[in-house]
């Protein structure tokens, strides 16, 4: 029972800061000084990546038409296009070029990022450092140019991917990444929120599976209770993860990001400080 609940709070935890710029490394470590469960290494290790799966399907359920690019026979339109959306078709080929950096090097330092980053000192420094980056990028920030997903070029594309590449680092948050390159190709905060979104499909699903492929072939065994609490953490993780990415929508309507980046900074003095004290 007790790991259970755990299991909600983690899906809770997991969907607001997945999607919101504020890092959920940064909130995890801090929640597992309270919420330990007695469960394997290996498969918290595990379970920390693949509860992912709950929030990327709020983002397929929430942005549907937006994402699936085929159609039934249109008699308006003649060839493929009687059967093909190309405007989607063409913004999933850009999603995949953004994916490429970040996919190529996830294979090669997954392993050594864990074993050497996951760390209070690294996180608590990664959250202040990109809180301030926020701050800096929306005080300079010019209008912006790119109003519209379908106006990313495959360029916009490959440098948003690149900085999702700096969130292998613990703290520095995907989201948070993704949104700050996109700002600084003068993406409006709505697009660059989106297009963020969109992203994590392929980049969050392929770190899942290969954290499941690790865990089996390292010899573990999904037994009764741990599917429970993986079934539990993605389903809630689902749930919140709607409300969150409503939230951050009709947020960034009418507000920039200079909330997150004080909150950014707020959560990493006290990751620093817990660490220093010895409570983390």
């Known amino acids: 029972m007790l790991n259970f609940i755990k ?14 710029p504020i890092s959920s490394t940064g909130h995890m470590i801090l929640a597992e000084q ?5 469960l394997s290494d290996e498969f918290l290790s595990m379970f920390r990546v693949v509860i992912q ?9 929430l942005y549907w038409k937006q994402l699936w690019p085929f159609t039934r026979n249109n008699h308006k339109n003649t060839g493929a296009a009687r059967y093909i959306k190309w405007p989607i078709l063409r913004l999933w080929c850009k ?16 392993d050594w990022m864990d074993a050497h980053l996951y760390t209070p000192l690294v996180v608590g420094i990664m959250l202040i450092f990109y809180g301030v980056v926020f701050l800096v990028v929306e005080n300079r920030r010019a209008a912006p140019q790119v109003e519209k997903l379908g106006h990313i070029t495959y360029r916009d594309a490959l ?3 690149v900085w999702q590449v700096l969130a292998l680092v613990p703290g520095t948050s995907r989201s948070g990444a993704t949104i700050i390159g996109g700002l600084l190709l003068g993406m409006s905060r709505s697009v ?22 690790k865990f089996l072939a390292g010899g573990g065994v999904f037994g009764g209770g741990e599917m429970l609490v993986l079934a539990t953490g993605c389903v809630v993780a689902f749930v919140t993860s709607l409300a969150a990415i409503r939230f951050l929508m009709n947020y960034v309507r ?10 950014r900074i707020a ?8 660490s220093i004290v010895g409570f983390i």
């Open 34 to 38: 309270f919420l330990q469960f007695d």
């Open 53 to 61: 799966l709950g929030a990327i399907l709020a983002v397929v359920v």
């Open 159 to 161: 440098i948003v991917g």
């Open 254 to 263: 009418s507000h920039d990001f200079k909330v997150f980046g004080f909150y």
């Open 7 to 20: 299991a909600v709070l983690y899906g809770v935890i997991e969907g607001i800061t997945e999607w919101l």
């Open 95 to 110: 999603i995949l070029v953004a994916s490429l950096p970040a996919a190529v090097l996830g294979l090669l330092l997954d």
């Open 192 to 213: 660059a929120s989106r297009f963020t979104f969109f992203l994590a499909i392929p980049v969050m699903a392929g770190a899942s599976g290969l954290k499941v492929i």
């Open 267 to 274: 959560l990493g003095v006290v990751v620093l400080a817990a």
